[in-house]
């Protein structure tokens, strides 16, 4: 069974960082395109950034400069380090693994507030 569990997200203040991370179980981890998604109450979930299985990647123009994602095929994990957080990058942060099929993970809340 394909899994994937975000962790990382919290309360930060405006001007801090996070790092969330995506473990994935159950997949070849490696042939994976993995993404992360964000969606807050009432909007339609939205693109963040992707990399692709040959770490090629790509960032919507809302989080460009300022996220940046990586990935650890030896631990099935994919990264999001957000930096220079604003109140507008508050939402529910979803991971997403896409191989002929595509998985999500459950999200993990990111809440930046003074």
């Known amino acids: 069974q394909v899994q994937l569990v975000e962790s990382g997200g919290g309360l930060v203040q405006p001007g801090g960082s996070l790092r969330l991370s995506c473990a994935g179980s159950g997949l070849t981890f490696s042939r994976h395109m993995m993404s992360w998604y964000r969606q807050t109450p009432g909007k339609e979930r939205e693109f963040v950034a992707l990399?692709?299985?040959?770490?090629?990647?790509n960032y919507a123009d809302s989080v460009k400069g300022r996220f940046t994602i990586s990935r650890d095929n030896a631990k099935n994990k994919v990264f999001l380090q957000l930096n220079s957080l604003k109140p507008e990058d508050t939402a529910v942060y979803y991971c997403?693994?896409?191989?002929?099929?595509?998985?999500w993970g459950r999200g993990t809340q990111v809440t930046v507030s003074s």
């Open positions: 997403k693994a896409t191989f002929i099929t595509t998985t």
């Open positions: 990399i692709t299985s040959t770490s090629s990647t």
